[in-house]
């Protein structure tokens, strides 16, 4: 059975600054994975390079059996690479239902289509049960910025689960929620379907480890521990370089 | 409300503002008055009206300022009065009106899509700069090649042709026409931009990064915008070929050019009517204004106007109105925290 993801010795520099280096990581198709790591860590620019936002400087990007290191970002949506950013990347101008459209249209062929295609009615509802699932559907037609910053990462969420992704990334979906509105995203997580696979980057460990089933800490670019979830809490590298300096 | 609902209220209202204007203005002006206003005003309006909704298209929906509209209205008019029978001088000639058109609609595309290409990876005031510099380029590539454009004199006697045994040029003939091909435009504008292509460039217009990670061709949607910029641009142009009887550099110049910004903005970049709106104030203080006073303190004139807009309404006369509007309402501002 082919990997989700296969990142071998994957390295970027930007200019004297090395913000990830030689990361080997394998997320085996159905995995849960969260990464773990301060500030700085490289997670981010980690998420960068396997969804092709700007190529490494090293090292190799395989996602389902095909090599990914030099395709461009939309190639990635197209094979069911699905993302989030860490600060919201909408469009601020259009409607929820309008952002979805967007991004269902965004995975398939006939995106310049200059009348509106014969899916046209199927997209819509497909947007609609998007916005549903994502708990939107009250703001369906919206303007994005008149969102809340709860509904906003609700929506890119639903932004990304958009393509029918099968490698799902998420980066720190938590990121700024208050913690009435924690539960509603952990609960929104878990109903995620278990053919999904999962790369989550989380400050976190209490929204990250109920749900995963792997967990790796970066540090200064580098991986430098990879567990399950109920080891890793003991682990002391972990403990010294995570919990030290406090988290949440 | 369905796009086709949407585009059917919209063509019956614009319809009936085309079709009550004229008929208000012979009832309440005698008929020589009512024709100035008819073929010189709203006439005038309506043709760089045109040229303004390419400019506001790209700005509102896409988000590029471009300054070369007024070079691909240009290209349209020249092809249009070097290819057409019975212009003077002969540059090319010999053919007929439809066909004229025809290469002059097919040009200004092809400019369009050429200023897109062009200008396709720069944004902001460097998008402005260099469509600037290619307006200017083209102005002085058409005033020094006299051979092919005829200098500064310019081509004249473009006439159009007759439309049912009456003349193109007649006001009410000319007004029906412009008024159609505007009404027809504004339309399409409406319908384009709620297509996937139109979804898409709204989306590169708020979010270029994303949008692309979506999988979406951001430099093909950016080009094709730019060629049904110059579609609509080259439609404008050729009316004001016929309109002007003619085709010189100075309808193509820097100051034309400004002309063409100074009315999208007063009009408002927020929505395409807004193009429309501008074009008649222009016009209106073109008109007026150039008879109390000399040119040059037209041009004082109408910066002032530009001035006072501009200061207290960012998104011209349209966000003026809309303004206005809530302030009588009393309405909150869209955008403030729902209460
Ligand atoms: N596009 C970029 N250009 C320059 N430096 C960057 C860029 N992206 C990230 N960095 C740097 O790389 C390091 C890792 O950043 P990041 O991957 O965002 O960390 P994390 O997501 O783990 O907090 C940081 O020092 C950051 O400043
Ligand atoms: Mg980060």
Same mark, same amino acid.
């Given at each position: 059975?082919?990997?989700?993801?296969?990142?071998?010795?994957?390295?970027?520099?930007? &200019?004297? !600054?090395?913000?990830?280096?030689?990361? @080997?990581?394998?997320?085996?198709?159905?995995?849960?994975?969260?990464?773990?790591?301060?500030? &700085?860590?490289?997670?981010?620019? !980690?998420?960068?390079?396997?969804?092709?936002?700007?190529?490494?400087?090293?090292?190799?990007?395989?996602?389902?059996?095909?090599?990914?290191?030099?395709?461009?970002?939309?190639?990635?949506?197209?094979?069911?690479?699905?993302?989030?950013?860490?600060? @919201?990347?909408?469009?601020?101008?259009?409607?929820?239902?309008?952002?979805?459209?967007?991004?269902?249209? &965004?995975?398939? $062929?006939?995106?310049?289509?200059?009348?509106?295609?014969? @899916?046209? &009615?199927?997209?819509?509802?497909?947007?609609?049960?998007?916005?549903?699932?994502?708990?939107?559907?009250?703001?369906?037609?919206?303007?994005?910025?008149?969102?809340? %910053?709860?509904?906003?990462?609700?929506?890119?969420?639903?932004?990304?689960?958009?393509? $029918?992704?099968?490698?799902?990334?998420?980066?720190?979906?938590?990121?700024?929620?208050?913690?009435?509105?924690?539960?509603?995203?952990?609960?929104?997580?878990?109903?995620?379907?278990?053919?999904?696979?999962?790369? !989550?980057?989380? %400050?976190?460990?209490?929204?990250?480890?109920?749900?995963?089933?792997?967990?790796?800490?970066?540090?200064?670019?580098?991986?430098?521990?990879?567990?399950?979830?109920?080891?890793?809490?003991?682990?002391?590298?972990?403990? $010294?370089?995570?919990?030290?300096?406090?988290?949440? | 409300?369905?796009?086709? =609902? +949407?585009?059917?209220?919209?063509?019956?209202?614009?319809?009936?503002?085309?079709?009550?204007?004229?008929? *208000?203005?012979?009832?309440?002006?005698?008929?020589?008055?009512?024709?100035?206003?008819?073929?010189?005003?709203?006439?005038?309006?309506?043709?760089?009206?045109?040229?303004?909704?390419?400019?506001?298209?790209?700005? +509102?929906?896409?988000?590029?300022?471009?300054?070369?509209?007024?070079?691909?209205?240009?290209?349209?008019?020249?092809?249009?009065?070097?290819?057409?029978?019975?212009?003077?001088?002969? /540059?090319?000639?010999?053919?007929?009106?439809?066909?004229? /058109?025809?290469?002059?609609?097919?040009?200004?595309?092809?400019?369009?899509?050429? #200023?897109? *290409?062009?200008?396709?990876?720069?944004?902001?005031?460097?998008?402005?700069?260099?469509?600037? *510099?290619?307006?200017?380029?083209?102005?002085?590539?058409?005033?020094?090649?006299?051979?092919?454009?005829?200098?500064?004199?310019?081509?004249?006697?473009?006439?159009?042709?007759?439309?049912?045994?009456?003349?193109?040029?007649?006001?009410?003939?000319?007004?029906?026409?412009?008024?159609? +091909?505007?009404?027809?435009?504004?339309?399409? #504008?409406?319908?384009?931009?709620?297509?996937?292509?139109?979804?898409?460039?709204?989306?590169?217009?708020?979010?270029?990064?994303?949008?692309?990670?979506?999988?979406?061709?951001?430099?093909?949607? =950016?080009?094709?915008?730019?060629?049904? *910029?110059?579609?609509?641009?080259?439609?404008?142009?050729?009316?004001?070929?016929?309109?002007?009887?003619?085709?010189?550099?100075?309808?193509?110049?820097?100051?034309?050019?400004?002309?063409?910004?100074?009315?999208?903005?007063?009009?408002?970049?927020?929505?395409?009517?807004?193009?429309?709106?501008?074009?008649?104030?222009?016009?209106?203080?073109?008109?007026?204004?150039?008879?109390?006073?000399?040119?040059?303190?037209?041009?004082?004139?109408?910066?002032?106007?530009?001035?006072?807009?501009?200061?207290?309404?960012?998104?011209?006369?349209?966000?003026?109105?809309?303004?206005?509007?809530?302030?009588?309402?009393?309405?909150?501002?869209?955008?403030?925290?729902?209460?």
């Amino acid at each position: 059975m082919v990997h989700a993801l296969e990142l071998t010795d994957i390295g970027r520099r930007f &200019g004297a !600054l090395h913000a990830v280096r030689n990361v @080997s990581l394998t997320v085996p198709s159905g995995q849960r994975h969260a990464i773990l790591g301060p500030n &700085g860590a490289g997670k981010t620019t !980690l998420f960068n390079l396997v969804c092709g936002d700007f190529p490494p400087t090293s090292g190799r990007v395989v996602a389902f059996g095909e090599d990914m290191t030099r395709r461009p970002a939309s190639h990635r949506a197209r094979i069911g690479i699905g993302r989030t950013y860490q600060t @919201s990347l909408l469009f601020t101008g259009l409607t929820v239902i309008d952002n979805l459209l967007i991004a269902i249209r &965004g995975a398939r $062929k006939g995106r310049l289509s200059l009348v509106p295609s014969a @899916s046209n &009615g199927q997209d819509i509802r497909d947007a609609t049960v998007l916005a549903e699932r994502v708990r939107l559907a009250h703001r369906a037609h919206h303007e994005v910025a008149t969102l809340s %910053h709860g509904q906003r990462r609700q929506l890119e969420l639903g932004m990304a689960l958009a393509c $029918k992704p099968r490698l799902l990334m998420l980066d720190e979906p938590a990121a700024g929620l208050s913690p009435a509105e924690r539960p509603e995203l952990n609960q929104m997580l878990k109903d995620l379907p278990g053919e999904i696979t999962l790369v !989550l980057i989380e %400050h976190d460990m209490d929204v990250a480890l109920p749900i995963s089933d792997m967990v790796t800490v970066m540090k200064d670019g580098e991986i430098v521990v990879q567990e399950t979830p109920d080891r890793i809490t003991d682990n002391p590298i972990v403990n $010294k370089i995570y919990l030290g300096q406090g988290h949440g | 409300m369905t796009l086709a =609902r +949407t585009l059917l209220l919209t063509g019956t209202a614009g319809l009936g503002i085309l079709c009550l204007v004229p008929l *208000a203005l012979f009832l309440a002006l005698p008929e020589n008055q009512a024709l100035f206003w008819i073929g010189n005003i709203l006439a005038r309006a309506l043709i760089y009206g045109i040229i303004a909704l390419s400019l506001t298209f790209l700005a +509102t929906y896409g988000g590029f300022v471009s300054l070369a509209q007024m070079m691909v209205a240009g290209i349209a008019g020249y092809v249009l009065a070097m290819t057409v029978q019975g212009a003077v001088p002969v /540059i090319i000639g010999g053919f007929g009106y439809p066909m004229a /058109i025809l290469m002059a609609l097919l040009a200004s595309v092809l400019a369009g899509l050429a #200023v897109g *290409a062009i200008a396709v990876r720069t944004n902001d005031i460097y998008l402005l700069m260099i469509t600037l *510099a290619l307006a200017v380029g083209f102005y002085r590539f058409v005033e020094s090649n006299i051979d092919l454009f005829n200098g500064y004199e310019g081509i004249r006697n473009v006439l159009g042709p007759d439309i049912l045994g009456r003349r193109f040029r007649d006001p009410m003939v000319f007004y029906t026409i412009a008024s159609g +091909t505007a009404l027809l435009l504004y339309l399409g #504008v409406l319908f384009l931009v709620r297509t996937p292509f139109g979804l898409a460039l709204q989306g590169i217009r708020d979010n270029p990064r994303r949008i692309s990670a979506l999988g979406y061709n951001v430099v093909l949607h =950016r080009i094709v915008a730019f060629g049904i *910029a110059g579609f609509i641009a080259g439609c404008g142009g050729v009316l004001a070929t016929i309109y002007n009887i003619g085709i010189s550099p100075g309808s193509i110049g820097l100051g034309a050019t400004i002309n063409l910004l100074i009315m999208s903005v007063v009009g408002g970049l927020g929505h395409p009517v807004g193009a429309f709106v501008g074009s008649l104030i222009f016009a209106i203080f073109d008109t007026f204004a150039a008879s109390l006073y000399d040119r040059d303190r037209f041009n004082s004139l109408i910066g002032a106007v530009f001035l006072v807009i501009v200061l207290i309404s960012p998104d011209g006369a349209l966000g003026l109105s809309r303004r206005l509007g809530r302030l009588l309402r009393g309405k909150p501002k869209p955008g403030a925290p729902p209460a």
